[in-house]
């Protein structure tokens, strides 16, 4: 949608990723580092004072310890943390619990290590997770269920609750989880984040991955962390060493240096507003929605408007109304359409702005609210 984007100078509302400027401190730090002669291999772990932030970091948020030595890798982005841990755990035949909608780098990385993806599938509007569903699908064979909370693309959380059952599936059973929570800081309305740290039986079973990517809003920077109980971070790191060895030097100097000050403890204020200003603006639009829970999206309801496929008129909207989002059907294994599009508000006001005017200014189809007779 990104290339349609650009095709069709829409505004990009599709990709996730922010459009406003990095910290200065943030970028001086990188060039400091760049400068200072930081740009060889680092050790294969990461830098020893980077872990050390990130550790402190879970243990005043989540009240977790984790030993920076043995128990957080440093990763080049999130995805690679994913990829790594499934490669390390799955063999042939396998099977991997996800839910759906889901990010699209779970499934291929399933199927490249040997194993079967099992899809649980949430259903718009609240996508909330069926745990006897669930529970209903665990058999001898399955291995690991990966979860992202917040989540991308529903905008949904999971809640104490949510990890209390997931508790209790995974009590006595070798299942390992990959709990996804890129988006950790990007909560609304005052919710908390459950983390599967806050919960130890789960802590115990997982690899937890995070992205500087999306806190710091530098995407291309491609950097991130792992962390996981000892025994587990071992054979992470079997597999990382060979994957990528290790991630930019400069950066995790520069990452670790501008940790010190908990800058990330201003993200949900500033991207509250982001959401609650976008909201507002597309207030008197014809798409319905629920307001996203975390995360930088919104997926918006266009049932009111039309009877395309998501597809189509996610194609459609980029082409002739100059707004690209993307159709939510992207995230299912099987394509499922509930008139749903996604869009990122990780994005200056001013094109918050162009965008709810063209959002607001689509029209219902003339073949919606009436009766077809035959
Ligand atoms: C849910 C989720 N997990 C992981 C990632 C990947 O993060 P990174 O860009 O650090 O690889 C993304 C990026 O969009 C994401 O949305």
Redesign the pocket.
Known sequence: MSALANEYKAINLSQ?FPNFEVSEELVSLMNHYMKKGMNQYAPMQGIISLRERIAEKVQDLYGAVYNPETEINITS????A?YTAITAMIREGDEVVIFEPA?D?YAPAIQLAGGIPVYIQLTAPDYSIDWTKVKKLITQKTKMIII?TPH?PAGTIMTAADMKELEKITSNSEITIIS?E??EHILFDGLRHESVMRYPKLAERSFV?F?F??TYHT?GW?M?YCLAPENLMTEFRRVHQFVVFSSTTFAQYALADFMKNKNYLELPAFYQEKRDYFLKLISGSKFKFIPSKGSYFQSLDYSDITKEKDFDFAVRLTKENGIASVPVSAFYNKKNDYKMLRFCFAKTNETLEQAAEKLCSIKADKTIGKITTI
Do not use: E
């Open positions: 996730g982005g999130g995805t690679q994913i990010y780098c992202n991308n996804d890129v988006y991955v992205s990517g999306k995407t491609k991130g």
